[in-house]
């Protein structure tokens, strides 16, 4: 099954959600590639496989504050 078009086939590749993307344990805050591949230069790395659980959503904005007036006809 090919997830990666749930968000459409123009995914720029980025190592925080690539599938062979692990952190680093001795430097907290980095990426580790499984595959041997430098995570710094994963904009053109050959072995990026998007895995869209590793994705993190954008904060959803807050609502505007309604008063009763708003509702009334």
């Known amino acids: ?3 990666s078009k749930l968000y459409g086939k123009n995914i ?3 190592c925080k ?3 062979y993307a692990i952190d680093n344990p001795a430097e ?3 990426m580790i590639c ?4 430098n995570p710094e230069n994963c904009s053109g790395c ?3 496989r998007y895995e869209p659980t ?7 904005p807050l609502l505007p504050a309604f ?3 708003d509702f009334q006809i």
């Not at 499984?34 to 591949?37: C, M, P, T, V, Y």
């Open 1 to 3: 099954m090919n997830l």
């Open 12 to 14: 720029i590749p980025s």
């Open 17 to 19: 959600y690539c599938l």
């Open 28 to 30: 907290p805050g980095t």
């Open 34 to 37: 499984e595959r041997g591949k």
């Open 46 to 48: 050959a072995s990026f």
């Open 54 to 60: 590793l994705r993190e959503p954008k904060e959803q």
């Open 67 to 69: 008063r009763p007036e």
